[in-house]
């Protein structure tokens, strides 16, 4: 079983949709949880960090933890075509420098204008 | 803003030949790491590395595989002998010490002939 699952997409909304992107994952150990945007060619930009279950909001960004059923989410609000990316969950077992991010295959979003 | 910067952008080798991929993390940061992305799969974590010495490593980072930071600013990443399957997007990234949020740099692609 893989750790973490992501669909890949693509997906394509019109300008100013909700977006909903998501990720499963099978270790229980992961507490800390990070969603990466990245452009083509650049590398990844974190968006988003969120520990253990709860919810997030930054702008028109919120990451969603569910630990008991092992899935995260974030949602894009008024969907731009800026926000035209791949975006990648992230997570780890332990918050301490030197730790690896265990990366979700990302999935392609397309929003047009 | 400060951000991590990778040379070369593309880098073309051929099998068996030494590659040394180089990066420039933030300045104040004291963890670095390195990860690779083969086209159309995920990030992978390679090693992490902190007051010069290796802190953790993946079943990825094998006896061809070495890490450095010769010099203040530098910190790189060796392939002894390359192979074909090592051709991916190699990324490079920094934390401070007491924080958690790893900062990309934009990438090597490497291509193994």
């Known amino acids: 079983q893989k750790e973490v699952e992501q669909d890949p997409g693509p997906l394509s909304v019109p300008e100013g949709a909700i977006v909903s992107l998501n990720c499963t994952y099978s270790n229980s150990a992961f507490q800390y949880f990070m969603w990466y945007r990245q452009y083509s060619r650049k590398g990844p930009e974190l968006l988003m960090y969120?520990?253990?279950?709860g919810n997030k909001e930054d702008g028109r960004f919120t990451a969603q933890v569910d630990k008991s059923s092992k899935y995260i989410s974030l949602f894009i609000r008024d969907s731009q075509p800026s926000d035209s990316a791949t975006y990648l969950c992230?997570?780890?077992?332990?918050?301490?420098?030197?730790?690896?991010?265990?990366f979700g295959k990302g999935t392609t979003l397309s929003v047009s204008s | 803003e400060p951000e991590v910067t990778q040379t070369p952008s593309h880098q073309v080798t051929q099998m068996g030949q030494e590659v040394i991929l180089r990066c420039v993390p933030i300045s104040n940061h004291l963890y670095f790491y390195w990860y690779r992305q083969i086209l159309g799969q995920k990030v992978e974590f390679l090693v992490s590395?902190?007051?010069?010495?290796?802190?953790?490593k993946s079943e990825i980072f094998d006896d061809q595989f070495s890490v450095e930071r010769p010099d203040g600013s530098n910190f790189t990443l060796k392939i002894r002998s390359t192979k074909l399957e090592d051709s991916a997007m190699y990324f490079c990234?920094?934390?401070?010490?007491?924080?958690?949020?790893?900062?990309f740099g934009p990438g090597t692609r490497l291509t193994v002939l």
């Open positions: 590395f902190y007051n010069n010495e290796i802190s953790e």
């Open positions: 969120t520990y253990s279950s």
């Open positions: 990234a920094s934390c401070q010490g007491s924080a958690d949020t790893q900062y």
């Open positions: 992230a997570m780890s077992a332990v918050r301490q420098a030197g730790t690896a991010l265990i």
